[in-house]
């Protein structure tokens, strides 16, 4: 069974800064490109940024490019979001999956491998 286990959101005024992590645990760590998705009440939840299995492409949405960049430690089994520049359309409970179509494309052509979620961690943007 794959387990996601996010954290590190919080609570942060509008032009600050983030890190998120996410511990993927099971084989999945080191053998699938892994995104961040993001969603708010009301809204499907969001691919926001993914990275390939070995760490060397990144795709982002277009909303966040230049803001935010998506690492991984395949040894420690980790992903991780910095978010620089936050703006109040960024704030979401944010979670991390394996990404299923990452060769197909735009990260707009991903979709979630796992039907079964972490429970995220919320960022709230506000002065």
């Known amino acids: 069974q794959v387990l996601f286990v996010e954290s590190g959101g919080g609570l942060v005024q509008p032009g600050g800064s983030l890190r998120l992590s996410c511990a993927v645990s099971?084989?999945?760590?080191?053998?699938?490109?892994l995104g961040w998705y993001r969603q708010v009440p009301g809204k499907q939840r969001e691919v926001v940024a993914g990275?390939?299995?070995?760490?060397?492409?990144?795709k982002y949405i277009d909303s966040v490019k230049g803001r935010f960049i998506i690492t991984r430690d395949n040894r420690k089994g980790t992903i991780y979001l910095q978010m620089n520049s936050l703006k109040p359309d960024d704030a979401a409970v944010y979670y991390c999956?394996?990404?299923?179509?990452?060769?197909?494309?735009?990260?707009?052509?991903?979709?979630?491998?796992?039907?079964?979620w972490g429970r995220g961690t919320q960022v709230t943007i506000s002065s």
């Open positions: 990275i390939s299995k070995d760490g060397n492409v990144a």
């Open positions: 099971g084989y999945v760590a080191s053998f699938f490109a």
């Open positions: 999956n394996v990404l299923h179509n990452w060769d197909s494309g735009p990260l707009e052509f991903t979709s979630p491998g796992y039907d079964s």
